[in-house]
């Protein structure tokens, strides 16, 4: 599914990993049957290595957890969103170049 540096988001687990982390979170809302998902997920995989350390990169499977995406408004997949202290500080939807994600990214930095 994602490479070692993509956390898996849940239902379960979103608040303690997400709206109470120390860190800002980028999270991909993605299905496996979505090809915009696998088209980008490459380049998640690569970010979290970038970003290791400073920003929490991880994927919330919208089939297995449909609470979360429907609290946060997700319509379309990929989407994309940004967390800073617990807040929604951004949002790409679709299958954005990876430039894109590094600017959304630096400035929650």
């Known amino acids: 599914?994602?490479?070692d540096k993509?956390?898996?988001?849940?239902d379960?687990?979103?608040e303690a990993e997400v709206?109470?982390?120390?860190?800002?979170?980028l999270v991909d809302f993605w299905a496996?049957?979505?090809?915009?998902?696998?088209?980008?997920?490459p380049v998640i995989d690569e970010l979290a290595e970038t970003y290791d350390g400073r920003i929490k990169i991880g994927k919330v499977n919208v089939d297995e957890n449909q609470a979360t995406p429907g609290q946060y408004g997700v319509?379309?997949?990929p989407t994309l969103v940004l967390f800073k202290d617990g807040q929604v500080v951004d949002?790409?939807?679709?299958a954005v170049p990876r430039n894109q994600l590094e600017g959304l990214l630096d400035k929650a930095l």
């Open 1 to 3: 599914m994602a490479g």
């Open 6 to 10: 993509v956390l898996e988001f849940t």
């Open 12 to 14: 379960g687990n979103f």
């Open 19 to 25: 709206l109470k982390s120390s860190q800002p979170v």
């Open 32 to 41: 496996t049957w979505c090809a915009p998902c696998k088209a980008i997920a």
């Open 75 to 77: 319509r379309g997949i």
């Open 91 to 94: 949002q790409l939807v679709g």
